[in-house]
């Protein structure tokens, strides 16, 4: 196998470690030996080859040479030797080391685990002198040894390469950077630009006192062409372009005014369309102009809204002889002579308000829509010409009453007589403007339901007299009533009131509401009769004992009437049956073995009254007899549902909610900790019991490092060991989770341990050299940038400069030279100037793009580049930046004619009603901003 040039890639220590552990891999290559060409058979078995260095020694390669070497003294290797090195080793070479000649890793140089541990460094020299760190991998690949994305990990620093610092090389600013030494610089932009500051002059920056915050107008890309933020007068129109002398005369840059009249009065005294001097015009321009062109203003007309046909009409239409004063604003002002000569109707003639509006719309005179809300025009009435209601163009004196249109229609209606019955002239209430005939009367005053609703408006209104029909049932039913025998209105007295049992759907089956006595249960079914003996119904009894006295006498389980029960049976009872009553016992609720005893078990002798519903009065003999504990003896109280629950005596449950009986309590016997049948004033302090144990433990020594006995702080009910500290002051996170308490309270002291990470770590601070913790100054807050979990891997809190893209794989010596981390320049040129420098698409430097490279960069690559573009560049504008910029050495020209090439004489002829037009691309962008015609 010829193997490929060695290449300077740098892999990690494992990867280093399994490379040289390949060795033993290779023992399929047994022990024939390796003899360079120019070496006889006699060569010693290492030795070295001018083509591929040292030879290894073949000891324990297969003895069948040919598997890997060709020719008599085996000086060339097989073309199709392979070797699957992730296979056989379970590492795989990536990049530059899948190419490297084996030789190179596998040698004499040292033995795998001393190489291993160096890391990169173990086969690469480091140039940067460890200034940059160890972990090569930051910056360099598998790939290649050159530096990927210098620029996006320049970024990660505080001072980001953007234009024209992005275009410079590094030794522009780190002098050492050629050999790898890279310092801290000054980022003000002061530190390299006081020559450009000294120079420029237009305006004369050091006279009007802008020596110091660069940025505030110019960007990284170039020092000329600074743009200054405007926002207290923003630059908008044809103020954009206009040159700050323009404004600021003599470099006075103080005190200019805002207000457009303090640059454009002579504008405003020079305008005739209209003469806005004589026309008393306000000065405040800006009403009607705005910032692109004096010309084609806009007057806000909001107070008299232009619509219809006012849209169309000049200005000096309605303001002749340019008075814009005073112009009246109500429709008669200007179109008396229409009201005048309108004769369909005459509007002068029939008095019509002059408040034209009231009918007519700004559109057109003509179809004008009278609002005729004080009288609907519906139905009927929607067709009707005007002249048919309002005759001889009489519109003042016309009457509203349906009458005064329709008496003939109510003089001849027959069904019924409207005249002979005296109705009313009052038509709508019967009637609808649709049509006169299926009139409707409202009879809400008496619904007509059921029965009454089918019924002819003559069944009651008799002899076509409809005033006085009367309301009352019986004044139609009467003999309905009288002839009714079950039961016998008349002979029961029932009252008149047909309402109180009947409906209007029918006589039959009227429903007495009987809610003053509800008829539930086994009431429900009786016939009248069976209450209301004899047909009386006045006087019936509403209580049980008036019907069920016998019942109640006749009871003897128990016996009512002995035991002195109450006579109100619904007491016990309900309507439903007599037996299985229930008696409300909820002042003694019957639950466990109570629920089940018969009554008599507590009401002895069937006394029921001053029966006691203590415990102790039943259960006293359970009382006395309890031995486990004596109860007596130990004077418990007699209130037994302390302990016990009406279900059994035995099983009882003591409420210990004061002193919880968990963990190893809870299965303790009540001696252990009442001894002698003791109960009151037991401790609950854990010493009080265990102070044995506390005294016996030595790890750590509970006596001698003064421990508190409040043993709960540690200890739980289930154990005394493992105890458990609530190191809540100091979690115990990461490394420190798994230390003995001994290695930070060293001597068994455990009071006054400093919770600060110096305070343990200091040597690990003072050991560290990448970067070196005491020559930067960095503070001895470890926690800032480490974890409790290892010293190695810190991770710092970049927020004040975001490490986004190429700057997030940087190593922070990239930024941080010579482990200096106070200071680092955070604009983008300082790192990126190289980048501006040498590109050439467009020539940065040549057309004087500024060094913000922000503005068109990110952070994750200098191409790919994104201007924000106000023109867009869309359509056929999508076009090479040099197709417009023409000359490259000044972005800020453009052309537009040389696409939109048209002949001056035409286009002069085109744009003759254009005010402001001018032959020229700046013209064409004011008129076109956005590309469109």
Known sequence: MTAPAPSSGAPTARRLLASFAALAMLSLLTACEFRPAAASHDTPPQSWWDQRGPVVPHDTFPTDCSECHLGEGWETIREDFTFDHEDETGVRLDGAHARAECLLCHNDVAPVAVVASRGCRGCHEDPHRRMLGVQCQTCHTEDTWSVKGDIGLHNRTRFPLVGAHAATTCFRCHEGAEVGNFSQLDVDCISCHQSDLNAATDPDHVAQGWVNDCDDCHIPTQWSGGAFLHDQFPLLGVHAATDCEACHVGQQFGGQPKHCAGCHMDDFVATTDPDHQAAGFPQDCDVCHDNFSFENSQFDHAHFPLTGSHAAVDCQDCHQDSVFAGTPANCAGCHIDEYNQTTDPNHAASGYSTTCEQCHMPTSWEDATFDHQFFPLTGAHMGVDCEACHVGGDFETTSSDCSSCHQAEYDQTTDPDHSAAGFPPLCDQCHTPTTWESGNFDHSWYPLLGQHQAADCASCHQGGIFEGTPNDCVDCHLQEYSQTSDPDHQAAGFPTSCQVCHTPIGWEDGGFDHSHFPLTGAHLAPDCADCHIGGVYEGTPNDCVGCHLDEYTSTNDPDHAAAGFPTDCQVCHTPTVWDNATFDHSQFPLTGAHAGADCASCHVGGVFQGTPNDCASCHIAEYNAATDPDHATAGFPTDCQQCHTPTTWDGANFDHTWFPLEGAHAATDCASCHEGGVFQGTPNDCASCHIDQYNATTNPNHQDAGFPTSCQNCHEPFTWTPADFDHA?????????????????????????????????????????????????????????????????????????????????????????????????????????????????????????????????????????????????QGPHNVDCNRCHTNPGNYGQFTCLECHAHNKNDMDDEHDDVGGYSYNSNACLNCHPNGND
């Open 729 to 873: 002051q100091f979690p115990l996170t990461g490394a420190h989770n798994g230390v003995s308490c001994e290695d930070c309270h060293v001597g068994g002291v455990f009071g006054g341990t400093s919770s600060e990470c110096s305070a343990c770590h200091l040597d690990e601070y003072d050991a560290t050299t990448d970067p070196d913790h005491q020559d930067a100054g960095f503070p001895t807050d470890c926690n800032a940038c480490h974890t409790p979990t290892t010293w190695f891997g810190a991770t710092f809190d970049h927020s004040s400069w975001p490490l986004t893209g190429q700057h997030q794989g940087a190593s922070c010596t990239d930024c941080h030279q010579n482990g200096v981390y106070e200071g680092t320049p955070t604009n983008c040129v300082s790192c990126h100037l190289s980048d501006y420098n040498n590109t050439n698409n467009p020539n940065h430097s040549s057309a004087g793009f500024p060094t913000s490279c922000q503005t068109c960069h990110d952070t994750n690559g200098w191409d790919g580049a994104d201007f924000d573009h106000d023109f867009p560049l």
